[in-house]
């Protein structure tokens, strides 16, 4: 899904106009449309920030071709948590095999969890 698609997607997801969003982020009207229909990306990274930030979405979502890379609703808390224990553990040293397995089970359970979540 393109960039546009997503923010349109989200957009209306979320219940608002094109007018609305726009103003929330800070642009014209004119330049949401633009983006939503892909002739231009936003040019600043705050406005993809405030973009993200409004959508309820990562700014990497956005900006990735990946679907996976959405995380519904209240679940990003979550997400980020379990980033951040993941840092903490990578940023001290070696992991055993049995740890790294777990670790990666936990990050795939959360994916499909995640994926659940969306499709309601």
């Known amino acids: 899904m393109s ?22 982020i800070g642009v014209s ?4 449309i633009n983006y ?9 990274a705050s406005v ?7 959508l ?5 979502y956005l900006l990735s071709d990946e679907p996976a890379m959405q995380v519904p609703g209240g679940e990003s808390h979550n997400a980020e948590a379990l980033v951040q224990e ?3 553990l990578f940023a001290g040293g070696r992991l055993s095999e049995e740890d790294r397995d777990a ?3 936990a990050i795939q359970m959360a994916y499909w969890d995640g994926r659940k979540a969306s499709r309601g």
Not at 29 to 32: A, D, G, V
């Open 29 to 32: 009207t004119r330049s949401l």
């Open 48 to 54: 993809v920030a405030k973009l993200s930030e409004k």
């Open 3 to 24: 960039f546009g698609e997503k923010v349109k997607n989200l957009r209306i997801q979320n219940g608002l106009t094109q007018k609305e969003l726009a103003k929330a």
């Open 56 to 60: 309820g979405v990562t700014a990497d």
């Open 86 to 88: 993941l840092t903490a």
């Open 36 to 44: 939503e229909t892909g002739r231009c990306y936003p040019r600043q």
């Open 103 to 105: 670790a990666m089970q």
